[in-house]
């Protein structure tokens, strides 16, 4: 089983639209969860920190969900500029810990 | 404020040639610094990281090798590049503070012919 599990996608969604994804982790002793975009070709950048009581930056919203070792990302009203694929990020919390990748997910927002 | 600084953007390298890409930090001191590879439309795989000078975690057996030489430098090597070599590498660091996140350079795309 990979540590972290995202689904591929691609997801098309029309602007406007709310879409979400979810990102599956297996080690329970995991302690610190990201959300990265990557665009075509380029480096990732990070989204948004994912904590435990859910968090919320404008359009986007992280939610944890310890118990069954997932998390997710909601984005509302998409925009065309959101199309990117989005990583889930996981590691632990010692500062030697590595910090893992699930695939990516790929969304297209079509105008 | 901190930045990455990764180079080359691009590189062509013939088979059994050898490499080396390099990786600087400034603005922060003590970063935990990691090597990426990304195969085309595929996901990140860890290849090193460190915590400190002289200290690299290896992830995965291959042909490469990384050096911390100084505290905030990086160095990704191989003696002999293979075909499968080819693709997107990237530099990471990140605080002594796990849930600060972590930043990546721009990138080395490489291409072994």
């Known amino acids: 089983r990979k540590e972290v599990e995202q689904d591929p996608g691609p997801f098309n969604v029309p602007e406007g639209a709310t879409v979400a994804f979810n990102c599956t982790y297996s080690?329970?002793?995991?302690?610190?969860f990201f959300w990265y975009r990557q665009d075509c070709r380029k480096e990732p950048k990070l989204l948004m920190s994912v904590y435990s009581s859910g968090n919320e930056d404008g359009r986007f919203t992280a939610q944890l969900n310890r118990a069954s070792q997932y998390i997710s990302l909601l984005i509302r009203d998409s925009k065309l500029s959101d199309s990117a694929t989005y990583l889930c990020?996981?590691?632990?919390?010692?500062?030697?810990?590595?910090?893992?990748f699930g695939s990516g997910t790929r969304l297209s927002i079509r105008p | 404020s901190q930045t990455i600084h990764q180079w080359p953007a691009t590189l062509v390298q013939p088979v059994g040639s050898p490499l080396s890409l390099e990786c600087t930090v400034e603005?922060?001191?003590?970063?935990?610094l990691y090597w990426y590879r990304q195969a085309a439309g595929r996901g990140l795989q860890l290849l090193f990281y460190?915590?400190?000078?002289?200290?690299i975690s290896s992830e995965v057996p291959q042909n490469l090798s990384a050096s911390r030489p100084q505290d905030r430098q990086f160095i990704l090597s191989s003696k002999k590049l293979l075909l499968s070599d080819s693709g997107f590498y990237l530099c990471a660091w990140g605080s002594y503070r796990a849930d600060y996140g972590y930043t990546f350079g721009s990138g080395t795309r490489l291409t072994v012919v």
């Open positions: 080690n329970s002793a995991s302690q610190s």
């Open positions: 460190s915590v400190g000078i002289g200290q």
């Open positions: 990020v996981v590691s632990g919390y010692s500062s030697a810990s590595k910090i893992i």
């Open positions: 603005g922060t001191s003590n970063p935990n």
